[in-house]
């Protein structure tokens, strides 16, 4: 990464209006991405919940470190298989370090599209269980070419437990295809 990307990851949080969860921020930058933006994220891989980067959660790491991000930890009450509580981590940005945010790391929108702060708000408003489905299917079709029957077997065997999250997640990347957003 170049210098400085890491405040790029902050712009998207901003742009948000923050974000909750750290799954949720992967997919969200997938997407955004997969749309064109400028974005300096080059390393996703498919992990356990759909499309990672080390490089996003080493950049949410430094930014919270440095004291650009606010990084709040909520116990959710539930248990994961090894009995362990499941913990969710919510982002938002310094209040005082958003205008500057904005002045010097505006991340255009591809031509023709929405700007950011539009398609993120509107991406944060979808349940984590929908952007892990959508960005695994659509890394599923771009990076590994599945397609058809291959790309809904390959699905069902990595997000079959999220079964409930399939028909809203084809309704939103149908959504962003309509409107030409995905690249």
Request: aromatic share 8%; glycine share 8%; charged share 30%.
């Amino acid at each position: 990464m170049r210098d400085l990307d890491e405040m790029k990851l902050a712009r998207v949080v901003d742009a948000a209006g923050g974000i909750d969860g750290r799954v949720k921020m992967q997919k969200i930058v997938y997407l955004l991405k997969a749309m064109g933006f400028d974005l300096p994220f080059d390393d996703f891989a498919i992990r356990q919940q759909g499309p990672y980067s080390r490089a996003v959660a080493c950049s949410a790491d430094l930014l919270t470190g440095g004291g650009f991000l606010i990084e709040t930890r909520k116990e959710l009450g539930e248990q994961d298989a090894g009995g362990r509580p499941i913990v969710q981590y919510s982002y938002e940005v310094r209040e005082t370090f958003s205008q500057f945010l904005r002045e010097h790391f505006e991340i255009e929108a591809p031509k023709g599209q929405p700007a950011l702060d539009e398609i993120a708000k509107e991406l944060m408003s979808k349940d984590r269980k929908t952007l892990e489905v959508a960005a695994t299917k659509l890394y599923l079709q771009r990076e590994e070419n599945l397609s058809g029957p291959e790309l809904s077997g390959e699905l069902m065997k990595i997000k079959g437990h999220l079964r409930e999250a399939f028909e809203p997640a084809d309704t939103l990347l149908g959504d962003l295809q309509k409107r030409r957003l995905l690249k």
